[in-house]
Nanobody
Framework: QVYLAESGGGLVQAGESATLSCEKR????????MGWYRQDQGRERELVAT???????QYADSVKGRFTISRDNAKGTVSLQMDSLKPEDTAVYFC???????????WGQGIEVTVYS
């Protein structure tokens, strides 16, 4: 059984920073990719940022230069440093983990980030 423990987020003023953290708990396996997706009301879930086992990263165009993702392979954690937050960053953020062989995917329950101006 796998559980993704998310923390951080909350209410943040525009222009400020916040950090999201996620820790994989439960069954042990090699993690191929970790990251964050987000979903706002009435919209589809979208990729925010991911980091692969080799350290390569992927970011949504809307967050490039503002968000930084990092992971600790030994601890099974991933963090998202969010700077210069904008009201349009308001969403529920979901932690994501993809297992290496087989490529099973796991999701956190979601954590709210609300950016007000």
């Amino acid at each position: 059984q796998v559980y993704l423990a998310e923390s951080g987020g909350g209410l943040v003023q525009a222009g400020e920073s916040a950090t999201l953290s996620c820790e994989k708990r439960g069954s042990s396996f090699i993690i191929e990719k970790m990251g964050w997706y987000r979903q706002d009301q009435g919209r589809e879930r979208e990729l925010v940022a991911t980091v692969s086992r080799d350290g390569s990263t992927q970011y949504a165009d809307s967050v490039k230069g503002r968000f930084t993702i990092s992971r600790d392979n030994a601890k099974g954690t991933v963090s998202l440093q969010m700077d210069s937050l904008k009201p349009e960053d308001t969403a529920v953020y979901f932690c994501y983990v993809r297992r290496f062989r087989p490529g099973l995917e796991y999701w956190g329950q979601g954590i709210e980030v609300t950016v007000y101006s």
